[in-house]
């Protein structure tokens, strides 16, 4: 599949991309690479292939919830480099 110039040229301004008419030649037949290659995928027999869902084969062990030993709320402000009354002071992050 043959990618042109104006292909490219909205494409990159959808992607926020810049880059100069030289680059653009250039970009054209690599997409235009890409999208040949992936095209040729689309020849090979997919139907006895079963869906990969995960890359692992291993199992997760859960294990239930157990309820235990929680911080107070003290104890949680007490290396607090600042605090005011109930929270932590922290600076400013917005204007």
Not at 70 to 75: G, I
Not at 80 to 85: C, E, G, L, Q, V
Request: aromatic content about 4%.
């Amino acid at each position: 599949m043959k990618i042109d110039k104006e292909a490219i040229k909205k494409i990159a301004h959808l992607a926020r991309l810049e880059f100069d008419e030289g680059s653009a030649e250039k970009m054209s037949q690599d997409m235009s690479q890409i999208l040949d290659w992936v095209e040729k995928l689309n020849e090979l027999d997919t139907d006895s292939v079963e869906p990969l869902t995960t890359m692992s084969s291993e199992v997760n062990d859960m294990r239930e919830d157990q309820v235990g030993k929680h911080l107070d709320h003290e104890a949680g402000l007490k290396n607090a480099p600042k605090r005011d009354s109930d929270y932590f002071r922290v600076p400013k992050v917005l204007e």
